[in-house]
């Protein structure tokens, strides 16, 4: 299984004197026609990006469309961090293909880790794996089985 990666890329070496001043800051323009995603997925991640800047990002959609975006954006702020936490992971956690990477999970796994991975799996992912059935907890697994298998269930999922 590929393993996550985040970093950022290398910038070229600058010298001081070839950084130019920067130019006078203009009005960004108002984006016309059909946006990209829904408002509320819009609300959600200026949430997510800048909780205090939440609102002045979503002033550049326009008049109708950033009035439905705040209104959005006050109904997230108003739920408790669980919820808005669970609402995030939900529209945008899971990959496209996350099934066939669990199946590739499963299928590579040891006996007694596949065991933790299937208890581990939320209900909607266990019925990929008819064959598992439920067993409880093992007292000669070692705890740190259970952090890999939540581990790996995240990395296959997201």
């Given at each position: 299984?590929?393993?996550?990666?985040?970093?950022?890329?290398?910038?070229?070496?600058?010298?001081?004197?070839?950084?130019?001043?920067?130019?006078?800051?203009?009005?960004?323009?108002?984006?016309?026609?059909?946006?990209?995603?829904?408002?509320?997925?819009?609300?959600?991640?200026?949430?997510?990006?800048?909780?205090?800047?939440?609102?002045?990002?979503?002033?550049?959609?326009?008049?109708?469309?950033?009035?439905?975006?705040?209104?959005?954006?006050?109904?997230?702020?108003?739920?408790?961090?669980?919820?808005?936490?669970?609402?995030?992971?939900?529209?945008?956690?899971?990959?496209?293909?996350?099934?066939?990477?669990?199946?590739?999970?499963?299928?590579?796994?040891?006996?007694?880790?596949?065991?933790?991975?299937f208890r581990r799996l939320p209900p909607y992912h266990r019925?990929?794996?008819?064959?598992?059935?439920?067993?409880?907890?093992r007292a000669e697994a070692p705890p740190a089985l259970g952090?890999?298998?939540?581990?790996?269930?995240?990395?296959?999922?997201?």
């Amino acid at each position: 299984m590929d393993a996550t990666r985040v970093g950022r890329k290398p910038r070229p070496v600058r010298s001081s004197g070839s950084v130019r001043a920067a130019a006078p800051t203009e009005e960004v323009p108002r984006l016309v026609g059909p946006l990209p995603l829904p408002l509320e997925r819009l609300a959600l991640v200026a949430w997510v990006l800048g909780r205090e800047r939440a609102g002045a990002l979503l002033g550049g959609l326009g008049e109708a469309a950033a009035g439905d975006a705040r209104a959005h954006l006050q109904r997230l702020a108003a739920l408790p961090s669980a919820q808005r936490q669970a609402k995030v992971s939900v529209e945008f956690g899971e990959r496209p293909d996350a099934a066939a990477r669990l199946r590739r999970l499963m299928s590579e796994a040891p006996p007694l880790l596949r065991q933790e991975l299937f208890r581990r799996l939320p209900p909607y992912h266990r019925t990929l794996f008819p064959e598992e059935k439920p067993v409880p907890p093992r007292a000669e697994a070692p705890p740190a089985l259970g952090a890999l298998a939540e581990r790996l269930i995240r990395e296959a999922t997201r």
